[in-house]
């Protein structure tokens, strides 16, 4: 691994018919219009004019101003209980309405576009002793593995944070194996997780999610170009969980720099949720007594 340090009808007006508070006149006593001939006088100035109000239509409006501002009142009353309580899609409980659109769903993460979450999270699965020693344990990641003595070193190089899917390595450890005009060349072992996906409950596409791992730590921490031997690639357990495991070797050339080439491992292990341990390991081929650690790091593996 190289490593460099430099958003209705109308009705005509004066008529009082249709009128609650039309007064019944002189002639007929049920419609309370005039009869013919019954005193009318067509060049009566006050003609039209409508009668004074009585004690009894006084009281008829005064009851119905007070029951019209009674249902207004009630009425805003109703109003402000929906709004308060997000009828009309205000709620911060609920946060949708009958008249309030849906929230908007939040944007997905590169893994749940490119690998979908085909099932739910995998079953506990065995109960596998955790082996003897000492031991990494990143609660980031929901895995623990086996920490190497010297000349192996606690990682302490920040979070590298790189590739398609952006996994945050940032415990575990490492070797300083050679300095060149780049900066340094590591043989490493860290881990982090892959981001999760949207979804309640969902588990990730380890093959798909583990291809794309190792193609973005080869595309972030090796010289460009490179070729690349596929040593091994398929669907493991580790630790009673399920897991995916990559291997391969890279063939590379920088000026400066010794190794010419590094044993790769990435392994992706479900961890009953929506995201996935990740360990990766490099060894470069300077440093080839150290390649049979890979084996017994990634048997160590446990989620925890």
């Known amino acids: 691994m190289s490593i460099s340090t430099?958003?209705?009808?109308?009705?005509?007006?004066?008529d009082g018919r249709?009128?609650?508070?039309?007064?019944?006149s002189a002639g007929d006593a049920t419609t309370g219009q005039p009869l013919a001939g019954a005193g009318v006088d067509n060049d009566d100035p006050d003609e039209g004019v409508p009668p004074p109000t009585t004690p009894s239509s006084s009281r008829t409006l005064l009851w119905f101003g007070?029951?019209?501002?009674g249902a207004l009142v009630a009425g805003v009353v109703v109003i402000l209980v929906l709004v308060t309580t997000g009828f009309f899609g205000g709620s911060t409980r609920s946060?949708?309405?009958?008249?309030?659109?849906l929230p908007a769903e939040p944007s997905r993460p590169p893994l749940a576009r490119l690998?979908?979450?085909?099932?739910?999270?995998a079953p506990a699965g065995e109960s596998v002793p955790v082996p003897e020693g000492p031991r990494v344990t990143d609660v980031d990641a929901g895995i623990s593995y086996t920490q190497l003595g010297a000349p192996w070193k606690p990682w302490d190089r920040g979070t590298w944070k790189d590739g398609t899917l952006g996994v945050e390595f940032k415990q575990g450890y490492y070797i300083v194996t050679e300095t060149y005009s780049e900066g340094q060349y590591l043989a490493s072992v860290i881990s982090g997780k892959v981001p999760a996906t949207?979804?309640?409950?969902?588990?990730?596409?380890?093959?798909?999610a583990g291809r794309q791992v190792a193609e973005d730590v080869r595309n972030s921490y090796y010289p460009r170009p490179n070729e690349k031997e596929q040593t091994r690639n398929e669907r493991i357990t580790v630790g009673g969980r399920p897991a995916w495991v990559s291997t391969f070797?890279?063939?590379?050339?920088?000026t400066g720099l010794q190794a010419r080439g590094e044993t790769v491992a990435v392994v992706l292990v479900d961890v009953g949720r929506p995201d996935a341990g990740v360990l990766y390991i490099s060894i470069p081929d300077t440093h080839q007594q150290l390649k049979p650690e890979i084996d017994k790091i990634i048997a160590s593996i446990r989620r925890i």
């Open 95 to 101: 946060g949708v309405g009958p008249f309030g659109a």
């Open 66 to 69: 007070v029951a019209a501002g």
């Open 18 to 24: 249709g009128s609650p508070w039309a007064r019944a």
């Open 6 to 14: 430099s958003g209705g009808p109308s009705v005509p007006a004066g």
């Open 115 to 121: 690998c979908p979450p085909p099932s739910d999270t």
């Open 249 to 254: 070797h890279l063939t590379f050339q920088a």
């Open 198 to 208: 949207v979804g309640d409950s969902l588990s990730l596409d380890l093959e798909c």
